[in-house]
């Protein structure tokens, strides 16, 4: 049988076959991951549009919480209409509400950027009572206002005067219109369509099914949504699970329901048990698909069959080249080697002849080349070993150089320790004894100042010069660590109790999560490891703000019980994602500018990585923890 018929039969149905069996995966795949992209873009739609609603609410929390701390609102020396002034300023500037009100303490309302209801007696209302107890107040489900002739959702905190005392209370009115906005920026690219025209519907609803906002049918606020009672009738209602996190999805005939549970709210604002919930028409999703699907079909038939007459001219163009060189061939390998091979062919077929022509042409010469070559080789190899071993000479004397410069770095460096030591032990003596007054006598406030600026200043001389020495260690892979049983808990209290008078200056809330038994032991250099300790906690105390800043240290077993893993967590300003990766280089600065806020050698990190590895563990920075700075190392776990 021909080549020719060969590839015709073998590529053929091996082609039908490939062509109908990927096209009938690739349908399959793409019909379903298409239904799916489509699903999944609703489901991220409606949980966009939740987000946004929870990002709003928090807005308006926090602009209730700043009346709140505001000076101007608790200023008895102002007068109500000066109040009332700055309250429609605020007003102006949020563009989010349809009023602004205070209250004094029994709840008559003095002020209102509306002047509307002035002397109203509303301590009854629940905004009044909260918020008069002290509390942040928000309105789970929207209200009508009569004066304002809207539905609102009240946010209440409590004024305080001077002396930090309850004396009033201030609320805003959010009108529920506002959600519309959000709906608008979700499901409408034109700003002037009216969202009621789209075929997306949004419902906001109370979790028993109360209408909070609609997209569609604005006057079924503050019904019960008739889906809501459809869907509960139909056994539903894992739809409306108020202890669900994530979107519900619910397919028929005729709609894709997608419901959002609120969720947690956003930061501040833990939510008001709202569901979002969206729907579309699945005539409308689906219709596209099955069109590309038709089509997809229709063009895989196409291309199966201008294959196969594809593969019938490349056979032909195949074979007849192959048929004519294995002719020539044959005569060559008779021993013909006059048979001169003449194949005309722009392909691999025609560079294979050329390649025959060419080996007729050279086999006599091969034997006359092949001594030449050897004794070339020969000669190659010789020269070869004289320069290796003259690299090698070369290699030795660049080894006894270096060993020298080690040598000679260890002394300078040794030398450069004890003459920087020497000066600082006696300044540091007599500073300090300047410091103790009971023993040359009591210094000047200006006077204790400057001794206290020297003092500071050698400390800080000393742990730099420590640090120095300590990166040369490490570089040297000279540092030694004396290993002993340490309890953990107490470990981490001894550094804490260290760094009291830094924490206690900025006023850190610090805590520590032992999540071991008290008592608990690793075998370590505890001097060591609290030196990682404390340079960790120094830096996340020089990050964190004064009052409002927090630290928290947290112990753990990892990896099968076989390493414990610390974690040292701030909520500072965090680092930068392009500097994360060049923390633990010595000598590194986040901040490299002359007016940088934070001082250090850049060794710090650098020499915890070195003391951690030197234990056999590891030390890096998480870069998923967002709140702050997060820096974890790990110690094997040996008792």
Not at 361 to 384: P, S, Y
Not at 453 to 476: C, F, Q
Not at 589 to 618: F, M, W
């Amino acid at each position: 049988m021909k080549i020719r018929t060969k590839l015709i039969l073998t590529m053929i149905p091996l082609l039908s076959v490939s062509v109908l069996l990927l096209s009938y995966v690739a349908f399959q795949n793409f019909a379903t991951t298409m239904q799916m992209h489509l699903i999944n873009g609703l489901k991220t739609l409606a949980t966009h549009t939740m987000d946004d609603l929870s990002e709003q609410m928090f807005e308006r929390l926090a602009d209730i919480r700043f009346l709140s701390d505001s000076n101007i609102l608790g200023n008895s020396n102002l007068t109500n209409q000066e109040k009332v002034n700055y309250l429609r300023s605020m007003e102006r500037a949020f563009k989010a509400y349809s009023s602004i009100s205070i209250y004094d303490k029994d709840g008559i309302k003095i002020g209102d950027t509306r002047n509307v209801l002035i002397g109203e007696n509303e301590s009854d209302k629940e905004f009044f009572r909260e918020a008069i107890k002290g509390n942040l107040y928000y309105d789970e489900v929207p209200t009508y206002s009569k004066s304002l002739n809207q539905y609102v959702i009240h946010f209440a905190a409590p004024l305080f005067d001077e002396n930090k005392t309850i004396d009033g209370v201030v609320v805003t009115r959010h009108p529920i219109n506002k959600i519309n906005d959000i709906f608008k920026e979700v499901i409408s690219s034109d700003e002037n369509q009216d969202i009621t025209d789209s075929h997306i519907k949004l419902d906001l609803i109370s979790e028993n099914g109360t209408v909070i906002y609609s997209s569609h049918d604005r006057g079924s606020i503050l019904k019960v949504l008739p889906v809501f009672q459809e869907l509960i009738s139909q056994n539903n209602t894992s739809l409306f699970n108020s202890n669900a996190t994530t979107p519900q999805i619910r397919v028929n005939d005729f709609e894709i329901f997608v419901n959002v549970p609120q969720g947690s709210g956003h930061l501040d604002y833990t939510g008001s048990g709202w569901f979002l919930l969206l729907r579309e028409n699945s005539d409308i999703v689906f219709g596209n698909l099955q069109r590309t699907i038709d089509q997809f079909l229709l063009v895989s038939g196409v291309i199966l069959t201008i294959s196969i007459v594809l593969i019938l001219f490349i056979a032909r163009t195949i074979s007849l080249p192959l048929s004519k060189l294995t002719k020539q061939v044959i005569q060559i390998g008779k021993g013909n080697y006059d048979s001169k091979i003449d194949v005309k062919s722009s392909d691999e077929v025609g560079e294979l002849a050329t390649n025959f022509e060419l080996m007729r042409q050279n086999i006599n010469e091969v034997n006359r080349g092949l001594n030449k070559i050897v004794d070339d080789r020969t000669k190659e190899l010789q020269k070869a070993n004289e320069e290796l071993r003259q690299n090698d000479e070369y290699l030795a004397n660049i080894n006894k150089e270096l060993r020298l410069a080690d040598k000679a770095k260890e002394e300078f460096m040794s030398m450069i320790s004890h003459e920087l030591k020497t000066p600082l032990v006696p300044a540091r003596g007599y500073i300090e004894l300047l410091l103790r007054q009971k023993k040359i006598g009591e210094l000047n406030e200006k006077q204790k100042k400057y001794a206290n600026i020297i003092h500071r200043n050698i400390l800080k001389l000393e742990v730099l010069v420590n640090d120095v020495l300590d990166g040369y260690k490490i570089e040297m892979k000279k540092l030694k660590v004396q290993k002993t049983s340490v309890n953990i808990k107490s470990l981490i209290l001894s550094v804490l109790s260290d760094l009291d008078s830094p924490i206690s200056e900025k006023q850190i809330h610090v805590h520590v999560d032992l999540r071991l038994n008290e008592e608990t032991t690793i075998l370590c250099d505890q001097r060591r490891i609290e030196q990682v300790f404390a340079n960790l906690i120094k830096n996340a105390i020089d990050f964190v703000p004064p009052i409002s800043g927090k630290i928290m240290i947290i112990s753990e077993l990892v990896n099968n019980n076989t390493m414990v893993q610390f974690s040292v967590e701030d909520n500072g300003t965090g680092i930068p994602d392009d500097k994360m990766n060049k923390l633990f280089h010595k000598f590194y600065q986040v901040d490299t500018s002359l007016i940088r806020k934070h001082g250090g050698s850049g060794l710090g990190l650098a020499i915890c990585k070195g003391i951690v590895e030197a234990h056999g563990g590891t030390i890096w920075i998480d870069k998923q923890y967002r709140k702050g700075a997060s820096f974890k190392f790990t110690i094997p776990f040996k008792t």
